[in-house]
């Protein structure tokens, strides 16, 4: 045995290093324990207070679905939240497809360091200055009215970085000599990137849509500056909630069902980029 294998060799005499100890492992899976009760519980808290008689308590407690009822006879949300879905779904289209463009080069690039922090800075950049910068630029340069198109301008520019981020864990990871068998056996381009790289590519693909409609659906502050008299449903949320205590009930129905369809939507995204990026 080698002078270095025995240094390396653990004697029973050595001490665990404090990192090691095992009193870290429960401090670890306890603190993990915590930060999961201080995510979850608020939610759940507001589902409970959405199906209580007097959620403005601040304590569930006789439960009724009358806030529920209120929220479905009204019409007043419908048009915010139809503005979102679709603003929604444009964002995470567009933001899915540039991604791709931009993610199949990147692996190529000598440097593309330089490059990914030009995209990633941006998510560091304080939505308050964003969104003014936005508003400058969508009226000066673009010369776009205050509305629907601005809002959604502003959403891709925050949308995109997540998007590239989300498409690069697949693009990074990805085979090029099988490009290179696909075309030495004389496939096109174009039958190169339909039968190996997209299937492969696919869970980077629509995990980075489903981001970029969720961070579009979700967006206020950027949104603020940009709507002009279009109203999101987040600001139809934050005007309602500001000008009217009596429409906070409503709001907390209307939440609690916006978190019931995007939870699933945020976990199919998530094991599609990884549970099924795996097994691929």
Known sequence: MSDLSVLSSPTPDTKLEISFRPIWKSVGKW???????????????????SISRDPLSGIPGAFSLEHYRALFASDAWHMPMVASVVIGLIIGLVSAVTATIIGRAVPKMRRPGRLLAMFVLPLFVPGMSMG???????RSVLGLDLGFWSIAVGHYVWALPYALL??????????????????????????????IEFPILMPGIVSAGLFGFLMSFNEVMRTIFLRGTTETMPVWNWVQAAAQQSQV?????LSSIILVLTLPL?????????????KT
Request: glycine share 8%; hydrophobic share 65%.
């Open 166 to 195: 989300i498409v690069l864990v697949v693009t990074l990871r990805f085979d090029q000599s099988l490009i290179e068998a696909g075309r030495d056996l004389g496939a096109s381009d174009w039958q190169v990137f339909r039968d």
């Open 31 to 49: 603190l993990g324990l915590a930060m999961l009760g201080l995510i979850y519980f608020p939610l759940l808290w507001l589902v409970l207070l």
């Open 266 to 278: 945020l976990g199919g995204a998530f094991w599609l980029l990884f549970a099924r990026l795996n």
């Open 132 to 138: 003014a910068a936005l508003f400058i630029f969508a």
């Open 249 to 253: 009930p409503i709001i907390f129905s």
